[in-house]
């Protein structure tokens, strides 16, 4: 905020302090309610008044172990398998639309805007009858394969940007030098682009991380089922408790790697973001 006058700083200060309020309240909310007790989770108050880790011991030792374990098995598995088949696909694929001349190329671009603006909730249903005829459903493949129709467009779209900022000249330097085009790639295109392939890595996680809508209509049983779905089947000690707690619980331990990777990269995240939105 170089050059900004003093009342200047003032409301951007106030600014920044009721965005924050308004992004870590609904988080500080789910907080705070996994460490109430089942009876005072209508008490009305914001914070504990006995705080316990009774929800903790539930989903991590107790009886919803089963469900949440397993389910947090599937969202690590299915979500790695997703990100790193989206990032070598979508380098490839950026780096083709950044460096080459071929017809079709904005239509490749276009499309894969439309289709990460398509809402999902229109090819449930196709997916579900297809998935079922040829032994898909309720399968790790089941999911893999949908979310690549989530993080694959924005991956692209990303890492199309990073390649346009490096130049030309250093990937024909390395073809002079006697390098092929897949070693000028490999050697000296891909390490340039490494900030814009961990952005792209990052955010394509988060998003198969943090899907429900393909993870509660294309699994049936918890061999793989994810975490955001399985969340929808807690059930509290009797009919008449209600799993609050647990839930909150749960959605606090899902969020925390979430939460360490932005804070322990988040440099290289807005380095990253950074360099792609400059044209050179």
């Known amino acids: ?100 001349d071929f017809p079709g190329k904005r239509v490749v671009l276009t499309t894969a805007l439309g289709v990460s603006i398509f809402p999902i909730i229109s090819l449930v249903t196709p997916l579900f009858n297809v998935w079922r005829s040829i032994g898909l459903y309720d399968t ?30 250093l990937e024909q330097a390395a073809q002079v030098d006697g390098a092929t085009s897949w070693q ?5 295109i891909v390490p340039l682009a490494a900030p814009g392939v961990f952005t792209t890595a990052l955010i394509a996680f988060f998003i198969a991380w943090n899907d429900f809508v393909y993870g509660i209509s294309l699994t049936s049983t918890e061999a793989a089922r994810p975490v955001p779905a399985a969340l929808a089947f807690f059930t509290g000690a009797s009919q008449f408790e209600e799993p609050t707690g647990s839930i909150s619980a749960a959605a606090v331990v899902v969020t925390v790697p979430v939460v360490v990777l932005v804070l322990l990269f988040q440099r290289q995240i807005v380095s990253g973001l950074t360099q792609g939105a400059v044209k050179g």
């Not at 951007?12 to 009721?18: A, D, M, R």
């Open 1 to 100: 905020m170089t050059g900004l006058s003093t009342k200047q700083r003032v409301w951007w200060g106030v600014i920044t302090v009721l965005v924050l309020v308004y992004a870590l309240f609904p988080v500080a909310a789910v907080a705070a309610t996994s460490f109430k007790r089942p009876s005072e989770l209508n008490s009305g108050t914001f914070l504990p008044p006995n705080p316990t880790w009774g929800n903790y011991e539930q989903i991590l030792v107790g009886d919803a172990q089963g469900l949440f374990l397993s389910a947090l098995r599937n969202s690590v598995g299915i979500s790695l398998i997703a990100t790193a088949i989206a990032v070598v696909l979508a380098t490839l694929a950026a780096y083709a639309i950044a460096r080459l």
């Open 140 to 169: 790790w493949a089941g999911l893999i394969i949908p979310y690549l129709s989530l993080t694959l467009p924005i991956s692209i779209w990303t890492l199309s940007a990073f390649f346009r900022q490096i130049p030309w000249e």
């Open 184 to 188: 000028a790639f490999r050697k000296a």
